[in-house]
């Protein structure tokens, strides 16, 4: 005997030894388990009772021993004193859902990825030199406790102490991912990197899942009517387009409230310079500056809204998310999700131009005239609308000194003589036709000249195709006013008495001031 307490004599048995015992002299209490537990349940006065347990530390149902020899042989099987502890790194999306190689937005870099971690007892002391399996393969942390995981690993300790407080902690999540949260033995989840465990009989869980992150680039571009990027070297580049703001707001879903708030403080960068805020999600970009808005969580919903522009003029053409064309009517993305990759939204304005479509009533010289008459002339606008020419149908002109204007149905409008209608915001690039559809009696077509310049071979009173540029988009269709000259032949006598003569036949010549004979239509009584 080594110890007493009073009641007992206590004794260790060695493993794989028999040991012999008077029953006529001693009571037997058996302890199975650590040599500091007593279990009185155990105690037996005439029998010995063996009582085990399992690895799990489960108990065995008790066993009675044979007591009809003194030196019956009886064994203890006592169950060990350690445990496991599992550390499991899982990669999610902003709903929580766990990623795999096989899904959409598992990360092209995810499988190389090393995770790094460090192992320490609640006091600090490192987890130094400490044996872990990942799979198959056995490893061994450093002097500082660190070991590492790719995403989808765990890492088993064995033969840890039951009862010791362990410290797990993520030093580095990796580049392109966040902590999402960390589960210890299926608990409450936490956002602290640090994982503190005490371990408990029958093993013990933590898993570390990160947030995947990825960037979303917001760009502006000004573009012509058929969509082509311009910039400053472009012909129909305006003077002011450089200095032209846009204002933009990136908004997020609330779960909470199930609606789209803005995304105050968002960070982001223009250009590749420094990052800055997004104060209550706003941003500006001029025309073709992007905006990079850095480590949003993978499977999270946002929209970009173009909510104005410092000129009024810039129209609002399209967005694309990812090179699709989006069908919101808010000037917005809609609703889009972050994915793993490419998540790219392009926000396209229609640099502003304006048509003018003069009436002008000149003389047989050309030289303007004014013509105070209320007489009117008819005209059709064409657009193209990349296949075929279709009427400027119910566009807005204004005409000076009268009210607005609108097409009709056919792209018609009227004006009178000196009277101009100007179509404004229309696309630079756009392919026009302007033409004469009628005017009123007495005046006859001349010509259309499109910035000054004469348009010839045109013989339907028509510009022909054009295209609008950034300026001088001026169209001017010139009538002729006409008249009748009435020409009489008189013989008279000496007293200057009319004489009847209808035999004689007179011979005239009509030409212009400048000599060049005149070709014209005329009428002798009924006779053309």
Same mark, same amino acid.
């Given at each position: 005997?080594?110890?007493?307490?009073?009641?007992?004599?206590?004794?260790?048995?060695?493993?794989?030894?028999?040991?012999?015992?008077?029953?006529?002299?001693?009571?037997?209490?058996?302890?199975?388990?650590?040599?500091?537990?007593?279990?009185?349940?155990?105690?037996?006065?005439?029998?010995?009772?063996?009582?085990?347990?399992?690895?799990?530390?489960?108990?065995?149902?008790?066993?009675?021993?044979?007591?009809?020899?003194?030196?019956?042989?009886?064994?203890?099987?006592?169950?060990?004193?350690?445990?496991? $502890?599992? @550390? &499991?790194?899982?990669? +999610? /999306? #902003?709903?929580?859902?766990? =990623?795999?190689?096989? %899904?959409?937005? !598992? *990360?092209?870099?995810?499988?190389?990825?090393?995770?790094?971690?460090?192992?320490?007892?609640?006091?600090?002391?490192?987890?130094?030199?400490?044996?872990?399996?990942?799979?198959?393969?056995?490893?061994?942390?450093?002097?500082?406790?660190?070991?590492?995981?790719?995403?989808?690993?765990?890492?088993?300790?064995?033969?840890?102490?039951?009862?010791?407080?362990?410290?797990?902690?993520?030093?580095?999540?990796?580049?392109?991912?966040?902590?999402?949260?960390?589960?210890?033995?299926?608990?409450?989840?936490?956002?602290?990197?640090?994982?503190?465990?005490?371990?408990?009989?029958?093993?013990?869980?933590?898993?570390?899942?990160?947030?995947?992150?990825?960037? $979303?680039? @917001? &760009?502006?571009?000004? +573009? /012509? #009517?058929?969509?082509?990027? =311009?910039?400053?070297? %472009?012909?129909? !580049? *305006?003077?002011?387009?450089?200095?032209?703001?846009?204002?933009?707001?990136?908004?997020?879903?609330?779960?909470?409230?199930?609606?789209?708030?803005?995304?105050?403080?968002?960070?982001?960068?223009?250009?590749?310079?420094?990052?800055?805020?997004?104060?209550?999600?706003?941003?500006?970009?001029?025309?073709?500056?992007?905006?990079?808005?850095?480590?949003?969580?993978?499977?999270?919903?946002?929209?970009?809204?173009?909510?104005?522009?410092?000129?009024?003029?810039?129209?609002?053409?399209?967005?694309?998310?990812?090179?699709?064309?989006?069908?919101?009517?808010?000037?917005?993305?809609?609703?889009?999700?972050?994915?793993?990759?490419?998540?790219?939204?392009?926000?396209?304005?229609?640099?502003?131009?304006?048509?003018?479509?003069?009436?002008?009533?000149?003389?047989?010289?050309?030289?303007?005239?004014?013509?105070?008459?209320?007489?009117?002339?008819?005209?059709?606008?064409?657009?193209?609308?990349?296949?075929?020419?279709?009427?400027?149908?119910?566009?807005?002109?204004?005409?000076?000194?009268?009210?607005?204007?609108?097409?009709?149905?056919?792209?018609?409008?009227?004006?009178?003589?000196?009277?101009?209608?100007?179509?404004?915001?229309?696309?630079?690039?756009?392919?026009?036709?302007?033409?004469?559809?009628?005017?009123?009696?007495?005046?006859?077509?001349?010509?259309?000249?499109?910035?000054?310049?004469?348009?010839?071979?045109?013989?339907?009173?028509?510009?022909?195709?054009?295209?609008?540029?950034?300026?001088?988009?001026?169209?001017?269709?010139?009538?002729?006013?006409?008249?009748?000259?009435?020409?009489?032949?008189?013989?008279?006598?000496?007293?200057?008495?009319?004489?009847?003569?209808?035999?004689?036949?007179?011979?005239?010549?009509?030409?212009?001031?400048?000599?060049?004979?005149?070709?014209?239509?005329?009428?002798?009584?009924?006779?053309?």
């Amino acid at each position: 005997p080594y110890e007493t307490d009073g009641k007992y004599d206590c004794f260790l048995l060695k493993t794989d030894k028999t040991y012999q015992y008077d029953k006529s002299e001693y009571e037997i209490a058996v302890t199975v388990g650590a040599v500091s537990d007593k279990d009185t349940s155990l105690e037996a006065k005439t029998t010995i009772i063996k009582k085990t347990k399992d690895s799990t530390g489960a108990e065995i149902a008790a066993t009675k021993i044979d007591e009809s020899d003194w030196s019956t042989k009886f064994g203890f099987n006592n169950y060990t004193n350690t445990t496991t $502890l599992q @550390v &499991t790194k899982k990669l +999610v /999306d #902003a709903d929580g859902k766990e =990623l795999d190689s096989t %899904s959409e937005d !598992w *990360p092209s870099t995810a499988s190389a990825e090393n995770f790094t971690f460090t192992i320490k007892e609640k006091g600090g002391t490192a987890g130094a030199n400490l044996t872990y399996k990942v799979g198959a393969t056995s490893k061994t942390t450093d002097a500082n406790g660190t070991f590492t995981l790719k995403a989808n690993e765990t890492a088993v300790f064995e033969n840890l102490i039951i009862g010791t407080e362990y410290v797990i902690t993520e030093e580095t999540p990796g580049t392109g991912y966040r902590l999402g949260e960390v589960v210890v033995d299926n608990g409450t989840p936490s956002t602290t990197k640090e994982a503190n465990v005490t371990l408990a009989k029958g093993g013990n869980e933590i898993i570390v899942k990160n947030e995947v992150l990825a960037d $979303l680039t @917001v &760009t502006k571009n000004l +573009v /012509d #009517a058929d969509g082509t990027v =311009l910039n400053a070297s %472009s012909a129909n !580049w *305006p003077a002011d387009a450089a200095e032209a703001v846009f204002t933009f707001e990136i908004q997020k879903y609330d779960d909470t409230n199930s609606k789209y708030v803005a995304y105050d403080g968002a960070i982001y960068t223009i250009d590749g310079k420094e990052p800055r805020s997004a104060t209550a999600g706003r941003f500006e970009l001029k025309a073709g500056q992007s905006a990079k808005f850095l480590n949003l969580v993978v499977g999270s919903k946002y929209k970009v809204v173009e909510v104005s522009s410092s000129n009024n003029g810039y129209t609002f053409n399209e967005i694309t998310v990812n090179g699709n064309k989006v069908t919101a009517t808010d000037q917005s993305t809609g609703e889009q999700t972050i994915k793993e990759s490419s998540n790219a939204v392009v926000v396209k304005n229609r640099i502003p131009a304006a048509l003018t479509v003069t009436k002008e009533v000149v003389d047989a010289e050309g030289r303007k005239l004014t013509d105070t008459s209320d007489k009117t002339f008819k005209f059709e606008v064409l657009m193209h609308n990349g296949t075929d020419y279709v009427p400027y149908a119910n566009q807005s002109y204004a005409v000076a000194g009268k009210s607005a204007g609108t097409t009709d149905a056919n792209g018609q409008f009227e004006l009178t003589a000196d009277q101009t209608a100007v179509f404004s915001n229309v696309a630079i690039g756009s392919k026009y036709k302007v033409r004469e559809v009628s005017s009123s009696d007495g005046y006859a077509f001349k010509e259309v000249t499109v910035n000054g310049a004469a348009i010839t071979g045109n013989s339907e009173q028509s510009t022909g195709e054009q295209a609008i540029k950034e300026t001088g988009n001026a169209v001017v269709v010139k009538n002729t006013a006409l008249a009748d000259l009435q020409v009489t032949k008189k013989v008279v006598n000496g007293n200057n008495e009319a004489v009847t003569d209808t035999d004689t036949v007179f011979t005239f010549t009509i030409k212009k001031t400048s000599g060049q004979a005149l070709a014209a239509t005329y009428t002798v009584g009924s006779e053309t």
